[in-house]
């Protein structure tokens, strides 16, 4: 699914590299996490691969189902199926939740020569998915994330990957900031969406997550680099040991 | 202060062009008082502080600049509207084109019907208004108008109007040079809609009176017309009495010149006034809105909302003052003005004031001149909205504060739609 290899990046404005050779294989249908210490490029990778100005490639590539992701428009890679659930979601004054994810329903279809959804449609389609994540109607007819607490934000990115049916959904620190009912229901919102030709990349710093959502692989990122591939028992590992040991182990 | 020896020729340059109005004795009285203001006061000049940013050349030159004509394949605006007609052509009433001037709660002249009679309630505001809003600040192209105005119309509401009226300014010849002045009575508790659309003229200078007495209602909403090429300056005076409320919108898309000033005065406790625009240009688009609110009564509450979107060097011009005066307590008063600059060669200039002699009020002002949120338009695009869809998302909450001053949903709805398509005809 998802071909990460070599991928280095620097930020456009100033001589800093942030990935340094970043090598990743997400397979179809799995479900990859990553962990790793603050300010080790995690997002950084995320905001490259759904295509944030401001970073440049350098070296290496990035391919969605054999096709380079790199030199595509943020909506064309969104359009060929990848999804960010944002570490930090923003709030967008003045659009309506769901006039935004209408018009996001529909420039997908389009893009892929699909029909638009009709408004009532959408309307069934949504009342639906919100309400399995508890996200109330008055939540939905406010504008894009305005007002919304941490976790609404949360899970409102969560009810967006459910509306837009990704293949590759990239989750930045979607724990973070959800009490432990949410986080149960944002959990129970990603694997209600696991599916044989879906896979996952979570970005978390704790264990709990995964406790819900069950990772096949789970990647250690330390200074741009995945530094320790292993199975989910790695994650225990840093939940007790911290980094320290795989960092002096791999150094 | 004597006038510079060149504010007195552009004056009398200006003046030597103009027809003297008929009209019965009131009127003359009335046009030769505001013809002796305007002299002693002079056509505004570039180093004129209240014109620091608009350029009033265009407006006082003797002769009009030509405006080319605007072939639209739209739906006028208002079309689906039940609403009494009134049309202007090039300045000129066009009765043939127009309803019938007559409608249950409201009698409708023209102007110079109005004019004609030796007794016409027009008399107590013809002229009367435009010379109140004349101090503090001086507007000289108002009292030209007064003292030249060569068409218009009188309205005067005693009712619940039985639907909108609804003034329409076509614009047919390329040299039209069009004075209108309308006079609007709305009498204690009645209630009006006023549309207005249209460009009007390649020059038009507007004023309208309007006097809301004590809990009536008036309510405006006006488009200016897209005739790129045509230069506007146009004044609302307005008197407001006590828990009357007054609302007027002003849509502007294209336009080379155009400089709209509202002056309107609180004087009965418990009254309301919002003012509100949407401006939206591109290019050698200069547009100004200058608005000066005085209150001047107990527990009044004012609003004024003006947003512009700026593309491809157009400029934006504010100038908005809130003068509360000394005993004017529980004023609440708030004003925004903003833009959105769509690249680098646009510009915003404003000048916000607060004037305020009473010790309990609040008033809040702000003003910002900013570009698209990247971090706003990336979200919408990693969501699959192009970027072209997403950034006219984006101008159109920009601009939603100002629309939603429109009490008229379906209205509202029908400028949000002719904005978006200003939008997606400049992405071409
Ligand atoms: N636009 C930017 N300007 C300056 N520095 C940046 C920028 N983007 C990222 N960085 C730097 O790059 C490094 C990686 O940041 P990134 O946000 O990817 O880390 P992270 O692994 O997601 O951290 P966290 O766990 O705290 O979320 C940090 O040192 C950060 O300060
Ligand atoms: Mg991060």
Redesign the pocket.
Known sequence: MLNINNLHVK?E??D?Q?LKGVNLEVATGQVHAIM??????????S?VLSGKD?YEVTDGSATLDGEDILDMEPEERAAAGLFLAF?YPVEIPGVGNMTFLRTAVNSQRKARGQDEMSAADFLKLIRAKAKDLKIDAEMLKRPVNVGFSGGEKKRNEILQMAMLEPKMCIL??TDSGLDVDAMKLVSEGVNALRDAGRSFLV?T?YQRLLDHIKPDVVHI?ADGRIVKTGGPELALEVETNGYADILAEVA | MALTQSKLDATEARLAVLAPGGGAAWMQAARDDATSRLRAMGLPGARDEYWKYTSPASLIAPVAPKAALFASDNVPLFDQIDRLKIVFVDGVFDADASDDLTLAGIEIDRLEAAAAADIHWAKDLYGVLETRGQSPVQRPLAALNTGFATDGITIRVTGKAAKPVSLIYQHKSESSDAILHHVIRVEEGAELTLLENGPAAARFNKVLEVDVADRARFNHIRAQGRDHERQAVTHIFARLGTESQFKSFTLTVNGKLTRNEAVIELTGDDASAHVAGAAVGDGDFHHDDTVFITHDALNCESRQVFKKVLRNGATGVFQGKILVKDGAQKTDGYQISQSLLLDGDSQFLAKPELEIYADDVICSHGSTSGAIDEEALFYLRSRGVPEGPATDLLVLAFLAEAIDEIADPTIADDILARLEGWLIRRRG
Do not use: A, C, F, V
């Open positions: 930020l404005e100033e800093k942030i790793g210490p603050n300010g080790s490029g995690k997002s950084t990778l905001y401001g570490q930045d620190e970005i710093h990122m």
